[in-house]
């Protein structure tokens, strides 16, 4: 169908973390004249996959507003307790969740849920114009030849943590930025989940490969 548009019609496009993308035709009071399109997911879902779970909760003031994606494992059972893995993206520009299109896959937060974990990713007090404090384990991994955040920022957090005598795990690889999906650096993030929230000691020196690509139908 072709349409002639002179201001009178619009076509909005618009999804939701756990809604897939449709387009509809609306006119210039906002009014959906028709739908144009909805992405078809039946394969996606047929592979297992599960969308985020959005959430709202209440700042430790009680009164603002905070909102996050919430991963579960496939098994997920409501009478058991999981360990929370808070997947912090720091900023300065945005906050832990990044966009709330509709995404089939947010990094590895699905892949390390299903190691038994509830993975939280939130907007929390830490994001711009807003203010965080976290307690536990730390991990700090930076690329010694990082070109877009230099290893001086990590080194000085080093520095403070040192002066206030606490203790951490630190990992300086010839890596530049954008490491951390490389699988090494996956395992070892993995790893120091499942020994520090689990108790429980992974298999040593465990491989990981990208999934081996499927073939094409012939024509």
């Known amino acids: 169908m072709s349409l ?50 959005p959430f709202t909760v209440k700042a430790r003031d009680g009164r603002t507003d905070l909102y996050g994606l919430l991963f579960r494992p496939a098994s997920f059972d409501s009478t058991r307790r999981y360990p929370i893995v808070n997947n912090i993206y720091p900023g300065p520009q945005t906050g832990s969740v990044g966009s709330r299109s509709f995404s089939a896959a947010r990094g590895d937060n699905q892949a390390l849920a299903e190691l038994g974990f509830v993975v939280v ?71 120091y989940f499942v020994r520090n929230l689990m108790g429980a000691e992974p298999p040593a020196g465990y491989e990981l490969h990208p999934p081996a690509a499927r073939g094409r139908p012939g024509r």
Do not use: C
């Open 121 to 191: 990713q939130l907007d929390a007090m830490g994001t711009p114009m807003r203010s965080g404090n976290l307690r536990g384990k730390l991990l700090l991994a930076h690329g010694t030849a990082d070109d877009n955040v230099p290893p001086y920022n990590t080194l000085l957090l080093v520095d403070a943590l040192i002066r206030a005598n606490k203790d951490f795990d630190l990992l300086l690889p010839n890596r530049r930025h954008g490491f951390g999906s490389e699988p090494y650096m996956v395992r070892r993030r993995w790893d």
């Open 4 to 53: 002639a548009l002179d201001g009178r019609y619009f076509v909005d496009s618009y999804s939701k973390p756990d809604v897939p993308p449709v387009a509809v035709l609306r006119d210039a009071a906002g009014r959906v004249i028709l739908t144009v399109q909805t992405a078809d997911i039946s394969r996606l879902l047929a592979t297992g996959w599960r969308p985020p779970l």
